[in-house]
């Protein structure tokens, strides 16, 4: 099973929007609604920011949105902040014995 | 607070062994199912192996089947992996993590850092 592919960066400036995208295959993301993002600053665990492609986890800011499209998934983050800057997962279902796949991942910084 | 905390990560020689804990606490472990994931250094996460809520069920990584075993004590909150045969690939942080819905993780330790080297 490979590893999601993700855009190595992505930027902003304060205030702006961030996209980040997930491309998988149909044996994951395009055949599960079973997508999850992960932040991580350096050092630290990682943080689930939105599973289930679209649903946030009890507080983590509306700022952070998920869509998925065929075997696309994204993540949003609107309104930039500071501490947004971070690397950013992507996960999903892989099927049979519960498998799980990340993505590659991005550094998203804040200009 | 829900809280992961693993221990015993350490240098270990090529073909050697170790045994991960993860200790748990604030909530009720015995209800979830539970995952190992690793970070190798400056790569991205790998989910590793995930245990059922009483043991009975168990599903592996292929590349660790059969070298690595997960297992878990409910009654100590704790959760273990024993990895053998471990190669300089294995090198990484692991963690351990809650399962969550939509096979999600949505708490995870701190990490300890395993070094194969000779």
């Known amino acids: 099973q490979s590893a999601l592919t993700q855009s190595p960066s992505a930027s902003g400036s304060p205030g702006q929007s961030v996209t980040i995208s997930c491309t998988g295959t149909s044996s994951d993301v395009g055949g599960y609604n079973y997508v999850s993002w992960y932040q991580q600053h350096p050092g630290k665990a990682p943080k689930l920011m939105i599973y289930?492609?679209?649903k946030r986890p009890s507080g983590v800011p509306d700022r952070f949105s998920g869509s998925k499209s065929g075997n696309t998934a994204s993540l949003t983050v609107s309104g930039l902040q500071a501490e947004d800057e971070a690397d950013y997962y992507c996960s999903s279902y892989a099927g049979s014995n519960n498998f799980r796949v990340f993505g590659t991942g991005t550094k998203v910084t804040v200009l | 607070e829900v809280q992961l905390v693993e221990s015993g990560g350490g240098l270990v020689q090529p073909g050697g062994s170790l045994r991960l804990s993860c200790a748990a606490s604030?909530?009720?472990?015995?209800?979830?199912?539970m995952s190992w994931a690793r970070q190798a250094p400056g790569k991205g996460l790998e989910w590793l192996a995930n245990i059922n809520q009483d043991g009975s069920e168990k599903d592996y990584l292929g590349s660790v089947k059969g070298r690595f075993t997960i297992s878990r004590d409910n009654a100590k909150n704790s959760l273990y992996v024993q990895m053998n045969s471990l190669g300089v690939e294995d090198t990484a942080v692991y963690y351990c993590?809650?399962?969550?819905?939509?096979?999600?993780?949505?708490?995870w330790g701190r990490g300890t850092l395993v070094t194969v080297s000779s």
């Open positions: 604030g909530f009720t472990f015995s209800h979830y199912w």
């Open positions: 993590a809650r399962d969550f819905v939509g096979a999600s993780l949505d708490y």
């Open positions: 289930e492609v679209s």
